[in-house]
């Protein structure tokens, strides 16, 4: 059964850092990323990355990085500099090869405090 589980979230002051983790597991995915949904809005792409290529959303670019470990089925987001605006629930997401479908984690909440 192919999952995605993701940890690192949590409380974080204005200006701090966090580090998202996700494990894929029970497939070989192309690509792997991170979405987020804030309360009232509609989720939307943060990074994704595939095939060492990295695309980022604009609100995120120079503050947040993506990354991939292959061999363990990882993708981390660091993010940096992180302001209230960032405060959303956030979502791993990877297509796998296997089945070709698309996969989401659980969410994993980020609360930025001012």
């Known amino acids: 059964q192919v999952q995605l589980v993701e940890s690192g979230g949590g409380l974080v002051q204005a200006g701090g850092s966090l580090r998202l983790s996700c494990a894929g597991s029970a497939s070989i995915f192309s690509v792997m990323g991170w979405y987020r949904q804030a309360p009232g809005k509609q989720r939307e792409l943060v990074a994704a990355?595939?095939?060492?290529?990295?695309n980022y959303a604009d609100s995120v670019k120079g503050r947040f990085t993506i990354s991939r470990d292959n061999a363990k089925n990882l993708v981390y987001l660091q993010m940096n500099s992180l302001t209230r605006e960032d405060t959303a629930v956030y979502y791993c997401y990877a297509h796998s090869i296997s089945t070709h479908r698309d996969y989401w984690g659980q969410g994993t909440q980020v609360t930025v405090s001012s």
């Open positions: 990355i595939s095939g060492g290529r990295t």
